[in-house]
């Protein structure tokens, strides 16, 4: 993460001054998602994460997405993904609530590294069937090992590029209603995929985009996915921007101090 980037732009964006909320759908996505206070049960995704930083355990993980080459494979500890690469804490916390409300028929995660953010998807919605992508080959393995072994069924691993299957994924699988955008994190990577996410979307349909503030390429990014004509409403916190496709909401953006 940029860090003097990001830090910069919190300080600077200048309107982190709380959200105002009028469309009642949207109303009802800030109480029962993004503060609900109610009990949620976050132990599947983060007893994994705990495992996974006291593991030994070394793999071979491809450098691709912003900073990668798309070829080499740099030997990685388990731990170190872990700590550095996996959602965590109230963002990963966010995500299981934004899933529990939702109850999406089908969930799409680009980017699954050990599955941390995967886990917490399922956890919100155990009915929901979870595609994930993964581009690393091992890396892809461990995951999937892991939801096996945690006796997931629904969680559906695909080891490919993104560029390579989304348009094929969204195609087959028009029940797509909550997609998680977390991997490959350049300007032109990210406009392409909300594109090919906006062109196959139902009024159901949420996408959440991580890491927003990363740099000032993904900053750029959001700025043009929140203000185009396919998006109905926006949400962003200092680090995700969700999107709505519902036309039938009203307000178009809104900030939450999260
Ligand atoms: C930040 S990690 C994902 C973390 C995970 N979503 C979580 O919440 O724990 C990003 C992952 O995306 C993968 N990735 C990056 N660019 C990719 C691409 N173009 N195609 C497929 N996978 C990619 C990387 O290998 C990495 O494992």
């Not at 899933?99 to 919605?125: D, N, V, W």
């Not at 992508?133 to 892991?146: I, M």
């Not at 094929?168 to 998680?180: A, C, G, R």
Request: glycine share 6%.
């Amino acid at each position: 993460m940029d860090i003097l980037f990001t830090i910069k732009h919190f300080i600077y964006s200048g309107h982190w001054n709380g959200h105002r909320v009028h469309s009642p759908n949207i109303f009802n996505f800030f109480k029962g998602a993004i503060f609900y206070k109610g009990d949620v049960d976050y132990s599947l995704a983060e007893n994994s994460r705990k495992n996974f930083i006291n593991s030994d355990e070394k793999i071979f993980v491809l450098s691709i997405g912003a900073k990668g080459d798309g070829k080499t494979l740099k030997e990685k500890k388990i731990s170190e993904i872990a700590s550095r690469s996996s959602s965590y804490g109230k963002y990963g916390r966010l995500l299981q609530r934004i899933s529990r409300y939702l109850k999406p028929q089908k969930i799409l995660e680009l980017g699954t590294s050990l599955g941390i953010g995967t886990l917490y998807l399922s956890a919100g919605c155990p009915t929901s069937k979870v595609i994930t992508v993964e581009a690393s080959k091992e890396t892809k393995e461990f995951a999937a090992k892991n939801f096996s072994e945690l006796g997931l069924k629904n969680i559906e691993s695909i080891n490919a590029k993104f560029d390579d299957c989304l348009e094929e994924i969204l195609q087959q699988n028009p029940d797509i209603e909550l997609i998680y955008v977390d991997g490959n994190h350049t300007k032109e990577a990210t406009k392409k995929y909300f594109s090919l996410i906006a062109q196959y979307a139902k009024k159901e349909t949420v996408a959440v985009f991580d890491d927003i503030n990363w740099s000032k390429e993904m900053s750029s990014a959001w700025k043009e996915i929140k203000t185009s004509a396919a998006v109905s409403v926006s949400i962003e916190t200092l680090r995700m921007g969700i999107v709505f496709f519902d036309k039938t909401l009203t307000e178009k953006y809104y900030i939450a101090r999260y």
